[in-house]
């Protein structure tokens, strides 16, 4: 064990050290070293190489192998989605939503404007986002492959991915928020037990903001809400008014709840406020009182929105009996909150103090039934792990893996321990083992961990700094996501794989639980051109539609002819089915650029504004004559 690995180990089982941050953290924050903190050990470098040698085997996949898992990943301020394959680590796909992508013509083609939506103009609302969250829809508390969302925290969008086609088909701003953060869907519905699968998802405010946002200079007027989207329509059904804020959310397995982490409930506008408290709060929203009291009409709406509101604050909270939100306390800036897979507790991770708070659902749910008094007592475990505790995974077997910012470790502990520690037995040793990690981690997930079939194989963990791990490329270094083997008593740091940045969340799954389609139906496409007959042009006044069909190595009609001052919208179809023949379509000085997968229809429209020979092509490596895949655009003066 290193220095760093025993010292910590001390101040973890020392409970008399238990709020020892809670005093030195605003003198840290004030300097340098708690923002970065970045120390670095030596010793602690060279246990891991030494440990990595036996699992390496297991993730080096040979030519041709698959992977076992899909990893979906955000991509932080890139704006994007990202599939991975685990435990090999290679980035497989990325999907755009947010943010234009020329690949794939994402925010140039008709199709993908729509999704993303546009000004009056025609051109994007938005070309930025930062994506944190990732989770895949439900049921029976497994993936079951039909969706994934993402947040854009800067524009308050959620996104949602379709699992057949890895595309993304909808994407919904969030009315009287800023700063969407967390986001988590429901596993089942919480009264009717036919509903097994998500039909919401959760979005938490993480900002607070005037309502309605008229530029008040007074922020104890502000307001955080927290949203509920329809998983099908992707509408937002409906927002809960609360006191503080909103962090990161987490849902239960019954459907009953859905609790969001409140680093500020001092309701501060800066930093040094934002901690003054040495308590904050897990706030639990009980989602069918909510949704009968928006039945029932207790709601109001803020502004242009018709989004119902109701009323979750504490002072209108008082009753448990009637409660629509409970709010537990929590110390001390807490982050990440995650749900156990065996449906029994939330898990806090309280950043600014040294602790993990485990919070017992069905004493969370006795207190909405009047049973307790004091929702507090539904804390089991509050419990010391190392400095800077932000996100919390599982193996299935009682362990929890929780991250520590601070100190550069995953802390591995178990939740039963835990509970006994706190409950008096101080001989009860929770901590069963640390690994440094390279360096900073932030999230942290393991295999199938969000399901209540986590398999405690592998665990990845969000490094935000690589420092010397990578070849230097410049100022800006790659993220690091480690794979740790967890299948052992101990963990054991088997690869680094470098991102680029920078991801925050991701799940893990088993590979079976999905099924892509491998080719695109054309009932998906109104504006299908199902055969090459159905190509050629027409003309309406000045507009004109040129419908083409693209198959190896041509495309159909091979030449068109146009005015200067045309609107054009053209309508390719990829009319081969052979799986991964993908073709490309570039238009040189008129900005466009997208592929066609088998049998996807895209259409783009734009302005023929000036005269000349323009050759479109394809650019997607597709036939011994894909050089000679090209056309004429004739516009004449
Ligand atoms: S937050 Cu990034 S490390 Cu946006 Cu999930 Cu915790
Ligand atoms: Cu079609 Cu290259
Ligand atoms: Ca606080």
Redesign the pocket.
């Known amino acids: 064990m290193s220095q760093d690995q025993s010292k910590s180990q001390e101040l973890a089982q020392n409970p008399a050290r238990r709020k020892f941050l809670n005093t030195t953290a605003l003198a840290g924050l004030s300097g340098a070293g708690l923002a970065a903190g970045l120390s670095l050990s030596p010793a602690a470098t060279t246990t891991a190489h030494a440990a990595a040698s036996d699992s390496a085997s297991k993730v080096h996949l040979k030519p041709g192998e698959l992977d076992e898992y899909y990893g979906l990943w955000s991509g932080g301020h890139t704006g994007d989605f990202r599939v991975l394959g685990i435990p090999s680590g290679r980035e497989l796909l990325r999907v755009p939503c947010f943010t234009p992508d020329a690949l794939i013509g994402w925010g140039i083609t008709n199709e993908s404007k729509a999704v993303m939506g546009t000004k009056p103009d025609g051109s994007l609302e938005f070309t930025v986002g930062d994506t944190?969250?990732t989770h895949a829809s439900y049921k029976d508390g497994n993936y079951d492959g039909r969706y994934a969302w993402i947040n854009d925290?800067i524009n308050s969008r959620i996104a949602r991915i379709r699992l057949d086609y890895f595309i993304c088909d909808k994407i919904t701003k969030l009315p009287n928020v800023q700063g969407f953060?967390?986001i988590f869907p429901d596993k089942r519905d919480p009264v009717d037990p036919k509903v097994n699968y998500t039909t919401r998802v959760f979005c938490g405010g993480e900002f607070s903001i005037p309502l309605p946002n008229v530029g008040t200079e007074d922020h104890t007027q502000y307001r955080s809400l927290f949203s509920c989207v329809d998983a099908e329509t992707m509408e937002v059904r409906w927002q809960v008014l609360i006191d503080g804020n909103c962090d990161?959310v987490a849902t239960s397995f019954d459907g009953k709840l859905a609790a969001s982490n409140q680093y500020n409930t001092e309701m501060g506008a800066r930093f040094e406020d934002m901690m003054s408290a040495e308590r904050d709060s897990c706030i639990f929203f009980n989602i069918a009182r909510i949704e009968a009291a928006v039945k029932a009409g207790k709601f109001k709406t803020y502004g242009a929105s018709k989004v119902p509101v109701v009323d979750g604050t504490k002072a209108s909270n008082k009753d448990p009996k009637t409660a629509l939100v409970g709010y537990v306390s929590v110390p001390k800036n807490p982050?990440?909150v995650n749900a156990s897979p065996d449906g029994k507790y939330f898990i806090c991770a309280g950043k600014l103090s040294p602790t993990a708070t485990v919070i017992e659902l069905t004493k969370v749910l006795e207190w909405f039934d009047g049973k307790m008094a004091d929702i507090d007592k539904a804390i089991v475990a509050e419990v010391e792990l190392g400095l800077g505790p932000?996100?919390t995974a599982f193996d299935g077997r009682g362990n929890a893996y929780t991250t520590l910012f601070l100190d550069s470790q995953v802390v591995k502990w178990n939740v039963d321990a835990a509970i006994k520690f706190h409950a008096g037995d101080t001989k009860s040793q929770y901590v069963v083992d640390r690994l440094d990690v390279h360096y900073q981690p932030?999230?942290i997930n393991a295999t199938q961990s969000e399901t209540m079939f986590a398999d405690g194989k592998w665990l990845a963990v969000?490094c935000?700094f690589s420092k010397d791990r990578y070849l230097p490329v410049g100022p800006m270094h790659a993220e690091n996501e480690q794979l740790i083997d967890i299948s052992g008593e101990k963990m054991v740091l088997v690869a680094d794989h470098p991102v680029r940045p920078e991801p925050?969340?991701f799940i893990m799954f088993r590979r079976e639980l999905l099924s892509p389609k491998p080719i695109y139906q054309h009932e998906e496409f109104p504006l299908a051109v199902t055969k090459v007959e159905d190509a050629g042009v027409t003309r309406n006044g000045n507009k004109v539609t040129v419908k083409m069909a693209s198959y190896a190595p041509a495309f159909e009609p091979r030449e068109f002819k146009l005015k200067v001052g045309d609107e054009v919208t053209l309508i390719l179809t990829n009319l081969d089915r052979i799986e991964d023949l993908t073709h490309g379509f570039a238009l040189p000085d008129h900005n466009i650029n997208f592929i066609v997968n088998p049998q996807e229809t895209k259409s783009v429209t734009f302005k023929a504004d000036k005269p000349g020979v323009f050759w479109y092509y394809c650019t997607h490596f597709c036939h011994a004559l894909h050089l000679e895949m090209r056309g004429r655009m004739i516009v004449e003066a």
């Open positions: 944190h969250h925290k953060h967390g990161l982050h990440g932000l996100h932030g999230h969000g935000k925050h969340d």
